[in-house]
């Protein structure tokens, strides 16, 4: 959902009934578009009723007050001139007292979230990446609760939902089953950012940026959060620390080499000073999993039409979903061709497995170095693996590693170090890789 330029706006109804005695929050509070000094907050109540946040720095003293106006049962609240890289604690709340019907003062909880570091300078950044996640089966519980045990302490500061986030349409309902009743805690904490996929897409559309997906996100479109503007939340870019983070739309809008998204990622790409670009969208640049790159249109379009771009722009990461696997590339350039064509003398920078203890970590130079090579990684079993009894074929030339497996991502980065962790739903680390800038 877009944001207005004027203060955020509730769901507007012309009558205000009375508050009712009590409300009972049906989604979130989640959070969307964070920046070192803003973040919206979003909730849905069973109710009609006002939309204000309290929020200060410590639990015991919420004294700051947001607002939308009007009164709604779907809350968009902004707070802003928060201070960079601070926790905040906060609630949620129907008006701005709080009181029912009858006046007495309604207990809260209060939770907590931390801005984003100031932009630019490096900070230690944790990322859960969860591709396809959505089945809302065994499989999907047991991939965030292995990933949950492994962080412990070190919970993520953001979270990238790669696309089919929520089975199997991506309506309202969908949303509310495979997302909202599955990572509560999460979302109450950890801002989270999306890109579109094809079951999403059932639902929504990118041109008219209508639908529920469309509906229950807020994203950047006026470069809010850094990058340049896109105009649309179907692509977009935002910034945290020392990274730049590209989403694209690779399954709804159009994926010509000079259309508006392939226009705006170039500008984008040239206008970012940050030490890492990581980019993600739906459909594969390179698969051999439950979807093939050599056949599928869009995995064709998007490697063929923005995968040069991408190289070209110096991005070093590349994560995506739809294929319900995990594989995980060498580091690599300018192949843009079927799996037959993949040639390690001409496509790999650097051969290897990329981990200190093995081969060696990846090395690339400081600074936007095109076509210096990218890991190109392919998770979309947060939610699902690929079938056992007529298992994928997994046996793309790019990929150092491909497994069969459920499981998420965690990406950590540390200035100029980046590190990623494949944790399948038994929680055993199964694939990692680092990459050093010099
Ligand atoms: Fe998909």
Request: charged share 20%; glycine share 12%; hydrophobic share 35%.
């Given at each position: 959902m877009r944001l207005p330029c004027l203060p955020l706006l509730a769901t507007l109804v012309l009558a205000a009934p009375a508050l009712p005695a009590a409300t009972t929050v049906l989604r979130g509070p989640y959070l969307q578009t964070a920046t070192p000094t803003s973040l919206v907050v979003r909730w849905r109540t069973d109710t009609t009723e006002g939309s204000f946040v309290r929020y200060g720095l410590t639990a015991d003293a919420l004294n700051q007050t947001a607002k939308a106006f009007g009164i709604g049962t779907e809350h968009i609240v902004q707070l802003s001139e928060l201070l960079p890289g601070r926790r905040y604690f906060y609630s949620v709340m129907g008006s701005a007292e709080n009181k029912d019907g009858d006046g007495k003062i309604l207990r809260v909880p209060v939770y907590a979230f931390t801005t984003p570091p100031p932009t630019g300078p490096a900070s230690p950044t944790r990322v859960w990446v969860l591709g396809d996640p959505g089945?809302?089966?065994?499989?999907?519980?047991?991939?965030?609760?292995?990933?949950?045990?492994?962080?412990?302490?070190?919970?993520?500061?953001?979270c990238l939902l790669l696309g089919d986030n929520a089975y199997p349409d991506g309506t309202d309902a969908d949303y509310q089953k495979a997302i909202f009743e599955v990572y509560p805690e999460m979302l109450r904490t950890t801002p989270l950012w999306s890109t579109l996929g094809n079951h999403d897409g059932h639902s929504?559309?990118?041109?008219?940026?209508?639908?529920?997906?469309?509906?229950?996100?807020?994203?950047?479109?006026?470069?809010?959060?850094?990058?340049?503007?896109?105009?649309?939340?179907?692509?977009?870019?935002?910034?945290?620390?020392?990274?730049?983070?590209?989403?694209?739309d690779s399954h709804d809008t159009p994926r010509t080499p000079d259309g508006a998204m392939a226009q705006w990622l170039k500008a984008d790409l040239a206008a970012t000073t940050r030490d890492w670009i990581v980019a993600f969208f739906h459909h594969p640049t390179y698969t051999k999993g439950t979807h093939d790159s050599d056949r599928e249109g869009r995995l064709v379009d998007m490697r063929q039409n923005f995968l040069p771009i991408l190289e070209a722009g110096g991005v070093d990461l590349i994560l995506t979903g739809h294929s319900h696997v995990y594989e995980r590339s060498y580091l690599l350039d300018g192949h843009y061709g079927k799996s037959e064509s993949f040639n390690a003398t001409?496509?790999?920078?650097?051969?290897?497995?990329?981990?200190?203890?093995?081969?060696?970590?990846?090395?690339?130079?400081?600074?936007?170095?095109p076509h210096a090579g990218e890991i190109s990684v392919v998770t979309g079993s947060a939610g699902s693996a690929g079938s056992k009894s007529k298992p994928p074929t997994l046996?793309?030339?790019?990929?150092?590693?491909?497994?069969?497996?459920?499981?998420?991502?965690?990406?950590?980065?540390?200035?100029?170090?980046?590190?990623?962790?494949?944790?399948?739903e038994k929680g055993e680390k199964r694939d990692s890789f680092t990459i050093e800038k010099n």
């Open positions: 089945t809302k089966g065994a499989t999907q519980l047991a991939v965030r609760d292995a990933y949950t045990k492994f962080a412990g302490d070190r919970t993520a500061d953001l929504a559309n990118s041109i008219t940026q209508s639908g529920p997906y469309y509906d229950i996100f807020t994203f950047p479109t006026r470069a809010q959060a850094g990058g340049v503007a896109s105009g649309t939340e179907a692509y977009y870019s935002f910034d945290y620390a020392n990274i730049h983070f590209v989403c694209l001409l496509h790999v920078k650097q051969p290897g497995n990329g981990r200190a203890g093995g081969d060696g970590v990846y090395r690339k130079p400081r600074g936007r170095a046996d793309h030339r790019a990929m150092w590693i491909s497994l069969n497996e459920p499981g998420s991502v965690v990406l950590d980065l540390d200035g100029l170090r980046l590190d990623l962790t494949f944790i399948n």
